[in-house]
């Protein structure tokens, strides 16, 4: 019985070491194959980066983007005052060249616990040109196991551009060229008042895309702010953006630049709105 159980160790240890052989000619087959597929796609990828790094270049030097603007001169343009239903009160007013059309919208979160939203805009009667403020997105990112909570989506965790990037440009403006994002003076594009604990913080980013075949600029001017963090050990991070998109045809948008600027930086909440909303949300408007 012994020799017979040897005989079939030894033949099972034979049969182990044969498969054991092919699989590795197998692997090794594979791993060439992986090796030779990384070899050719490098050079691809690497100069499908510098072909994207000289296009960004290209038109961030271009007449579009090359020439900084001042914001105009609001004095003699219209006021536009949004009412919020709830309370009949004038939520959000912005100054709007007079023959443009303007409205606006408040948003009332759905649960207690997240603050009231809102959206203006102003354009042309051709909408050749628009200034809009997007409902603010409120993110988190970080911690342990970091999921989406109710009205807050999951970010990355890394620099706000990256965020901006990779999560606010796709969400907004899907299939935009990113020519470039930069931190700014948040004074320089938004005159909102904002809790000096909220650490805000102004980001001014770069976009082309087409519209209905058109070549498109958009000037997204995100204003970054810090919500408190939850308690725990893992504390996730909880901030959010206010963005206003300051859009046109590509060959207008250097003649309108300037315009669109001082109609982002006439707008803010009313002070009596904003205790209104915090008393019934328990959170201040904040941007």
């Not at 993110?139 to 706000?160: D, F, K, N, V």
């Not at 001014?204 to 970054?224: H, I, K, S």
């Not at 206003?244 to 669109?260: G, I, K, Q």
Request: hydrophobic share 40%.
């Amino acid at each position: 019985m012994s020799d017979d159980w040897g005989r079939k160790l030894s033949r099972f240890g034979n049969d182990l070491a044969a498969g054991l052989k092919d699989t590795g000619k197998l692997l090794k087959s594979d791993i060439d194959k992986a090796r030779g597929y990384v070899a050719e796609q490098g050079p691809q990828s690497e100069a499908q980066r510098q072909a994207e790094q000289q296009h960004r270049w290209e038109r961030a030097n271009s007449p579009t983007w090359v020439a900084p603007a001042q914001a105009a001169d609001t004095l003699e343009w219209a006021t536009y005052e949004l009412t919020d239903p709830r309370s009949q009160q004038v939520a959000v007013t912005f100054r709007h060249p007079a023959d443009w059309n303007a409205g606006g919208q408040v948003m009332w979160p759905a649960g207690p616990g997240l603050p009231v939203k809102y959206a203006i805009g102003t354009s042309p009667a051709d909408a050749s040109c628009v200034a809009e403020r997007f409902p603010r997105s409120d993110l988190i990112s970080g911690g342990l196991l970091t999921t989406a909570e109710p009205g807050r989506e999951p970010a990355s965790g890394g620099l706000m551009q990256d965020v901006i990037a990779t999560a606010l440009v796709p969400k907004l403006r899907r299939g935009a060229f990113v020519v470039s994002i930069d931190p700014v003076d948040p004074a320089l594009y938004l005159s909102q008042r904002m809790d000096p604990r909220l650490m805000g913080q102004g980001f001014l980013a770069c976009l082309e895309y087409d519209r209905n075949g058109v070549p498109w600029a958009d000037e997204f001017v995100v204003l970054r702010y810090q919500l408190p963090a939850a308690n725990g050990l893992m504390q996730e991070l909880r901030f959010g953006a206010a963005i206003w998109s300051l859009n046109a045809n590509r060959d207008l948008f250097p003649s309108v630049r300037a315009t669109l600027r001082g109609v982002a930086l006439s707008a803010a909440s009313k002070p009596e709105w904003d205790a209104y909303a915090a008393q019934q949300t328990g959170w201040p408007v904040l941007v």
